[in-house]
């Protein structure tokens, strides 16, 4: 298993759970992305504002750099990584990290943002998180699932997917 993952997509896709569960089955340290962000990037996010790439890379930065650090039986960071240059920032600080991008169609994602009351990201910035995410590239280390099936069934496919993929890796 990859000792650094980072659980990836737009907002309500399940990161911080499915993140949450994935690091508990796999014994490893969790961190919620959102809980990094500057006051200001959260103030931003909270009044309906999307935040400019500017704002981002220092939060991307230190994503990069808690993975870096790590606890012993591996990380997992919940962060959006919309951006393919955003998934780069965070490995130049840990190049060997894994991002798994979960995919739910957009009334999925609408319901489950107006599921989660008292989160700072309003519902109103999912259309432009949408617009810019780009998806993983066949170069970089990951993979995309749908994560529809409830977080239970998302980990168990996550686990079994990185499972084989590792298997692959170790025959070559």
């Known amino acids: 298993m990859p000792q650094r993952i980072v659980v990836m ?33 959260v103030r931003k996010m909270a009044s309906g504002v999307p935040l400019t790439d500017d704002d981002r890379w220092p939060w991307l930065q230190l994503v990069g750099t808690k993975l870096s650090a ?6 997992i960071v919940a962060c959006s990584a919309l951006k393919r240059s955003y998934r780069d920032a965070i490995r130049t600080a840990a190049p060997d990290t894994t991002f798994i991008l979960l995919q739910a169609d957009r009334p999925a994602l609408q319901h489950r943002l107006t599921q989660r009351p008292g989160h700072f990201m309003p519902a109103s910035l999912l259309t432009s998180q949408l617009e810019t995410l ?27 997917l990185l499972e ?9």
């Open 70 to 75: 790590g606890s012993h039986g591996g990380t």
């Open 9 to 41: 997509g737009v907002s309500g896709a399940g990161k911080s759970s499915v993140g949450q569960a994935l690091a508990a089955q796999l014994g490893a340290g969790f961190i919620d992305g959102d809980t990094l962000h500057p006051e200001a990037n």
């Open 164 to 172: 084989l993929e590792g298997a692959t890796t170790a025959a070559s």
């Open 134 to 160: 780009e998806e993983l590239q066949d170069d970089e280390s990951g993979l995309m699932i749908e994560s529809t099936g409830g977080i239970d069934t998302t980990v168990e496919q996550i686990r079994r």
